[in-house]
């Protein structure tokens, strides 16, 4: 490894930027995009079994949601805990016990005899899965250097975006077909194919044994976003925040980040997360862009779903297959914006693919209730386009700012953001679809859980397909307002933001002149 660096360093910056994808990395991508793809898949592919589950195990849909509340909430609060878990035990290791954990989770999970145990394997498998997805992009960006950033993450992001879409699908098919316990056996093979691989290909790494846990921080910032997301979920189910619970959910979940945020800032690096990253200009603008990236597109995903089932009555395998434009036009532009942000810079990559799914997202307010699934389905490929230029990217240009020994860190750091904004762009897209609809629709009461029922009247189509037109407004709004901190973003080349981080707090002693 060392013998690498030394010649991967007296080339010049060019030649370093213009080559391609070494050996290393093309043999990790496909190890960690195997272990991922199960975490991301997992996400959607229990939707479309909630139904059956809620009959067999015979309990409300009201707590059979919690088999997917339940993993989220685990999946996103320990999220934090994996960038010391991997300077302090290494990537490899984290990603191994980690693996492990999904898959000891998903077997009980196929296993469950009641709809407790069941929540709690799911639970089990969260924990596991929320390690994966940050630890993986780490493996990946310490592998990549600052000079292949931009190709290495959008070679990440493809699968990342096209296997959501085959969830439904896939779920549709099993439960058709088998059994809904065969949606988290499905695991255990690609489980074992994965563990395999990562013994046998993933680099061992040297634990830093000085890394002390941050457990005033993790006491802090677990609960917190567990609680926040949580109060988000409901308020997106129960239109809004008239319930107490809710309130309180993310009342003590805000106080909890915000004692995090003080007691981080006086902790600074050894902190659970550093907050000091958040001090340099690119890493801040990349920060800001993916939180608000993903508060308009996953929201925004959220609603598309539903519009393909509420207004055009189509099965969740269908919805899956209609959506695959948008999976198309990402894996289309990742590959594309990768290189070019390793060339030119994330910033005019990263604004021009918002332009662009700002077009595709302005296609949505004009939806009606027979709306050509052929300018739906182009709508989708010109949205899926700019969502691959735009993420990846601005998570490159992050990673660029950033050494070898903070990318753990900083790593959480961003998804913890990421995660966050999808939340409150769910929950907040769903509290604006519902008073759209109770406007036209006075005899709508419900939050999104009574949807379904009314969607079952004839005459309700073009009041809902009006309704998620007005919303989707909003998420242009969103859209539009990542454009500014997307302009911040760098216009130079890799080598420059290099040269920049090779002198600690260049930066910020620039900016302070």
Known sequence: MTT???????RSPSEQASEGLSREILVLAPVVILGTSMTVLDLTIVNVAIPTLGGDLRTSIA????????????????????????ERYGAKRVWLVSLLLFMLGSALAGAAWSVGALIGFRILQGLGAGMILPVGQTILAQAAGPQRMGRVMSLFGVPMLLVPVLGPVLGGLIVEQWSWRWIFFINLPVGVAAVLAAQRLLPEAKPQLGQRLDLRGLALLSPGIALFLYGLAEAGNQRGFGNARTIVSVVIGLALL??????????????????????????????????????????????????????????????????APQAVGAALAMPLAGLLTDKIGARI??????????????????????????YLAAALLVLGFGIGSTIMPSMAAAFQT??????????????AVQRIAGAIGTALL???LQPAIAANG??????????????QHAQAR?????????????????????????????SVRAEHQIAKRAVPGEEERRLAA
Do not use: C
């Open 258 to 323: 915000a004692l995090f945020v003080r007691h981080a800032s006086t902790r600074g690096k050894s902190a659970l997360i550093d907050l000091s990253l958040f001090r340099r200009r690119t890493f801040a603008a990349a920060a800001a862009t993916n939180f608000l990236l993903p508060v308009a597109l996953f929201g925004s995903l959220i609603l598309l779903p539903l519009y393909y089932q509420l207004v055009r009555h189509e099965s969740p395998m269908q919805v899956g297959l209609l959506l």
């Open 462 to 490: 073009p009041v809902l397909a009006d309704a998620f037109g007005t919303t989707f407004w909003v998420a242009v709004a969103l859209m539009a307002a990542a454009l500014v901190p997307a302009l911040l973003l760098p």
């Open 349 to 374: 990559v990263v604004s021009t693919g918002l332009v662009i799914a700002l077009l595709g997202t302005l296609a949505f307010t004009q939806v009606g209730a027979d709306t050509s699934y052929l």
């Open 402 to 415: 950033v050494s070898r020994e903070e990318t753990p860190r900083a790593t959480s750091a961003l998804n």
């Open 4 to 10: 690498t660096t030394t010649v991967e360093t007296s």
């Open 442 to 455: 006075p005899d709508f009461r419900g939050g999104i859980q009574g949807l379904p029922t009314l969607s």
């Open 430 to 432: 769903a509290i604006v």
């Open 63 to 86: 707590t059979i949601q919690w088999v997917m509340t339940g993993y989220m909430l685990a999946f996103a609060s320990v999220i934090p805990l994996s960038g010391w878990a991997t």
